[in-house]
């Protein structure tokens, strides 16, 4: 059985920083991504930041670019998202998801992270709040 925690949410300050983990047990072992995303208050889940396996593959949505890094540990299943320079507009609940699929993961990456809020993404977390106040 999969299963994703996400922590390191909270309430911070604007210009502050928050350090997102997501733990992952029961995926299978292989290449697959992982990514980020959020979800505000009467918005669409939106992907801000996928990884590919080896890490060569990177995908940053424009607003975070240059204040977010994604990265990930794979001997410890874990994926992180360090969040500098934190805006109010980043309020939101934070989600991990993974994706176990036959596509390459700088594929998925590449052209999976934005589309339809994750839709090729088939393992998530239960999300962690950031609330970044002004």
């Known amino acids: 059985q999969v299963q994703m925690v996400e922590s390191g949410g909270g309430l911070v300050q604007t210009g502050g920083s928050l350090k997102l983990s997501c733990i992952a047990s029961?995926?299978?072992?292989?290449?697959?991504?992982m990514g980020w995303f959020r979800q505000a208050p009467g918005k669409e889940r939106e992907g801000i930041s996928c990884i590919s396996w080896t890490e060569d593959t990177t995908y940053y949505h424009d607003s975070v670019k240059g204040r977010f890094t994604i990265s990930r540990d794979n001997a410890k299943n874990t994926l992180y998202l360090q969040m500098d320079n934190l805006k109010p507009d980043d309020t939101a609940m934070y989600y991990c998801g993974a994706a176990v699929s036959p596509r390459p993961s700088p594929v998925v990456v590449t052209y999976g992270c934005t589309v339809g809020g994750g839709r090729d993404f088939n393992y998530w977390g239960q999300g962690t709040q950031v609330t970044v106040s002004s």
């Open positions: 029961g995926l299978p072992r292989g290449d697959f991504a």
